[in-house]
């Protein structure tokens, strides 16, 4: 899908990567501090065997990840602040933030 | 996306803006189309538009109603059935036309500076020999809370009823995301027959996972002689 586009692949290099995991359906690690005015990009890892949503109205952000399958979600830049996220699969369990500084 | 390649499009939108004999026959009111799919989704989706009066037709109170039923059938893939209903203050509520359709995300969102998509329609008028191609480019772009959309539309019409014919169409959204039950937003649309832009309220209630009803409504006042002084719009859209 990157190919699509020319220069894709140059400006991916300069976008510093975050990881997150989804394991028992909680997010590790919960709270992901980035930069902030800066694009990044989360990679997300769905351990379990079930699908999972990343959802956040803040981030404006939805993506489903499937079970032992990982997504890559693109947030920023942003200001200052914090961005809750959760899982919208198990939202009592599956929650997290992004804090940007 | 290059600079360059988004200058074209930006220009492309003002090509169909400035270029009113090109574009679609009847009014172009509906929706504005979002690049994105939601995996594992279905769908089911009442729209509506009503017209207080169609100037070509003369006819009043012309109302469209789409009810459609849509499946994700992969990460970056939608489609999606309709039934088109119409009725005016002459005529009872009668099936118009059936319609698919094929929505493919083609960017992630936010990788790009410009999130991108394609949209793919074919509709065939009820007990007429009247077949219509559509395809659209979906472009958004995000500014903080703001979020900004354009559906670029090309159609070709042909059919043993009809002449063949090529159509354009434009629709735009501006949507300000103050929460998820209530993002005000401005929407226009141009075509042969319409040029329209007026207010929107757009909404969603989460039900449950990967459950929640979603709506839209508002009004598109006409901005020339060929569009109705008004046409009302809804949506009810139960995603599961």
Redesign the interface.
């Given at each position: 899908?990157?190919g699509?586009?020319?220069?894709?692949g140059a400006?991916?290099a300069k976008t510093p990567i975050f990881e997150i995991e989804i394991r028992d359906h909680l997010f590790h690690p919960e709270e992901l501090r980035i930069p902030a005015d800066t694009?990044v990009k989360l990679v997300v890892y769905n351990r379990d065997s079930t699908?999972e949503?990343f959802e956040s109205?803040e981030l404006?952000?939805?993506?489903?990840i499937?079970g032992g399958r990982k997504a890559?979600?693109?947030?920023?830049p942003l200001?200052s602040g914090v961005y809750p996220f959760f899982g919208?699969?198990?939202?009592k369990t599956a929650q997290g933030r992004v804090v940007v500084e | 996306?290059?600079p360059r390649?988004f200058s074209i499009l930006m220009l492309a939108c003002l090509l169909l803006l400035q270029s009113p004999r090109l574009m679609a026959d009847g009014s172009v009111i509906d929706k504005v189309y979002h690049p994105y799919v939601?995996?594992?989704e279905w769908e089911l989706e009442w729209r509506a538009t009503l017209a207080d009066e169609d100037p070509p037709s003369g006819e009043e109170r012309l109302q469209l109603h789409r009810l459609g039923l849509g499946r994700a059938v992969s990460?970056?893939v939608f489609v999606e059935a309709y039934l088109i209903g119409e009725q005016s203050a002459g005529e009872g509520l009668g099936l118009e036309a059936y319609e698919i359709e094929m929505l493919w995300q083609?960017?992630?969102?936010?990788?790009?500076i410009v999130d991108y998509g394609l949209l793919f329609e074919l509709e065939k008028e009820h007990n007429r020999d009247i077949w219509e191609a559509s395809t659209a480019v979906l472009l958004e772009k995000?500014f903080?809370r703001f979020?900004a959309t354009a559906n670029l539309g090309l159609t070709f019409e042909g059919g043993s009823d009809i002449a063949d014919e090529w159509e354009t169409a434009l629709a735009l959204q501006g949507r300000y995301?103050y929460?998820?039950r209530f993002e005000p937003a401005l929407e226009m649309y141009s075509g042969e027959d319409t040029l329209g832009a007026g207010p929107v309220l757009l909404g969603l209630e989460r039900l449950g996972?990967?459950s929640a009803l979603k709506w839209q409504a508002g009004v598109i006042f006409g901005l020339d002689d060929t569009t109705a002084d008004y046409t009302v719009r809804a949506l009810l859209e139960y995603e599961f």
């Open positions: 899908m990157t699509l586009l020319l220069g894709a400006l991916q694009k699908p949503e109205y404006n952000r939805e993506k489903v499937m890559n979600i693109f947030i920023g200001k919208e699969f198990n939202p | 996306m290059q390649a939601e995996q594992l990460e970056y083609l960017s992630e969102q936010g990788e790009h995000e903080g979020s995301r929460s998820p996972p990967l």
